[in-house]
């Protein structure tokens, strides 16, 4: 069974800093792409940013400038790297990543989250 583990999550305040990390474990052919994804309360869940196997980015334009995401295909980890944040990055984060547990058995699988609270 796979699972994504996340943490790093907390309290900052605007203009702070935090960086997220996601590992994958369990049975685990291959890791395509991974990423991270938010939901505010009252809101639908929305990309924050993904990252491809061979490490090409792709960012929520509210982000771009300000989050960067990398991984470590050794450690099955996705990284989530958040300066200059704002009130409204508030949410909880979700990992994701679509994963081969065989040679033909890919599932997209999903972490169970991480409060990212932006408050003074």
């Known amino acids: 069974q796979v699972q994504l583990v996340e943490s790093g999550g907390g309290l900052v305040q605007p203009g702070g800093s935090l960086r997220l990390s996601c590992a994958a474990s369990?049975?685990?052919?291959?890791?395509?792409?991974m990423g991270w994804y938010r939901q505010a309360p009252g809101k639908q869940r929305e990309l924050v940013a993904t990252?491809?196997?061979?490490?090409?980015?792709n960012y929520g334009d509210s982000v771009k400038g300000r989050f960067t995401i990398s991984r470590d295909n050794t450690k099955k980890t996705v990284y989530l790297q958040m300066n200059s944040l704002k009130s409204e990055d508030t949410a909880v984060y979700y990992c994701?990543?679509?994963?081969?547990?065989?040679?033909?058995?890919?599932?997209?699988?999903w972490g169970q989250g991480t409060q990212v609270t932006v408050s003074s």
């Open positions: 994701n990543a679509g994963i081969w547990d065989g040679p033909r058995d890919f599932k997209n699988y």
């Open positions: 369990g049975s685990i052919f291959r890791t395509d792409a």
């Open positions: 990252i491809t196997s061979g490490g090409w980015p």
